[in-house]
């Protein structure tokens, strides 16, 4: 239970897939209880671990969103309350900018409002799924539309 409850703490107890929190006590045989998860399929992790020391390989997940995912690579969703068009893959974003920084396009939105709501979500997402990484968001009008991107500071 040491690592479980290490990796627990240092991920605020929230599942890093459906940022729902995690019960520490639950029976980690309940969907709902405490699991640890590779952050990338399994092959990825172990060249993850040898190349980048600095990158979380496992991560906190409840039983039922690790089963789901299965040996896959995860999918973070973008939350239904958000009005997004063409959003990118979250977790593959913040991989790329883990790695080179820069600038990653991520969704367009039909409103400035939009857009406002999709940026502060992104960032708050972002600070716990990759702690490490330092974002800002940027909103762009074109064509009509917004675009929300992030980039590394």
Known sequence: ?????????????????????????????????????????KGRAKK???DKGNLPTERLAHKSCNTGKGSNDPVVPWPDHLIVVDPAPIIAAAERLERK???EAMARCPTRQDAEAVAEWLVDRLSRLAPGLDVSTEIATTGGQHLVSLRTS
């Open 48 to 50: 993850k671990k040898q």
């Open 1 to 41: 239970m040491g690592q479980l409850q290490d990796v627990g703490e240092a991920d605020g107890w929230r599942c890093w897939l459906c940022d729902e929190p995690v019960e520490p006590d639950m029976s980690p045989n309940d969907p709902r209880g405490a699991s640890l998860d590779t952050r990338t399929s």
């Open 101 to 103: 920084g820069g600038r």
